[in-house]
């Protein structure tokens, strides 16, 4: 069996990971792992995991790095040698990055690629004020602030109900901006130094922004 990428897709809130990401699950037939998912999934669900999540949350305190691992790398883990993978979302510290290469080396293979895709902080307060999701298969839709009234709000992909996240409100966008400038831009230094870390410009088209994607990938 060929050997699939195990890439780490890196960018600030609204930089269109996800969107690149859907990209590379179609092209390249690995699995798309986004920390988000798996936290709706076990908070949906009532795990262990998602019940000591709840916990937090609930209390309105932060999520710990440590059960932020747990829940990740129960996913990770679970793919044989062989298997690739996209993360998106995690690692978001240098702490999450050493777990993260730590257990990977357990089996023997780390990471092969980090892809971070840089977009201008006015340019991704647009674009989250925009963003909307589907309910059912969770994909990124932009919906301008001044659309007819009686506009639909349903999935090109799949006919699901868009709805806007409560973080991707005006209010709390500048926070998540400031948190991911604080703590998640240091990871980047944490990759560079292992030559493992491309950098995307990204505002242009999807098609290519991809582009480029697939090139630092040697694709």
């Known amino acids: 069996m060929t050997q699939g990428l195990r890439l780490v897709l890196f960018g600030p809130p609204g930089a269109g990971k996800g969107t690149q990401a859907q990209l590379l699950v179609d092209r390249l037939k690995i699995p798309h792992i986004s920390s988000g998912d798996l936290f709706r999934h ?12 709840a916990d937090y949350m609930n209390r309105g305190a932060l999520v710990p790095d440590e059960l932020t691992i747990d829940i990740t790398l129960e996913k990770v883990m679970s793919l044989n040698t062989e298997e690739g993978f996209i993360l998106d979302g995690f690692p978001r510290n240098q702490f999450q990055a050493r777990a993260l290469e730590a257990a990977l080396q357990t089996k023997a293979r780390g990471l092969d690629k980090v892809v971070y895709i840089d977009v ?18 969770q994909a990124p839709h932009s919906i301008p ?14 006919g699901g109900e868009l709805y806007q996240r409560t973080d991707d409100r005006s209010e709390a966008v500048q926070k998540r901006i400031e948190v991911y400038r604080t703590e998640t831009v240091p990871v980047l230094d944490f990759y560079r130094e292992r030559d493992i870390l491309a950098e995307i410009p990204g505002v242009d088209t999807t098609e290519q922004i991809n582009r480029k994607v697939l090139e630092a990938l040697g694709l």
């Open 42 to 53: 076990h908070l949906q669900n009532g795990t262990p995991l998602g019940l000591k999540a």
């Open 120 to 137: 201008p902080e006015d340019e991704l307060l647009r674009r989250l004020e925009d963003r909307y999701i589907c309910r059912r298969c």
């Open 145 to 158: 602030a001044d659309r007819p009234a009686d506009q639909e709000l349903t999935c090109a992909r799949c």
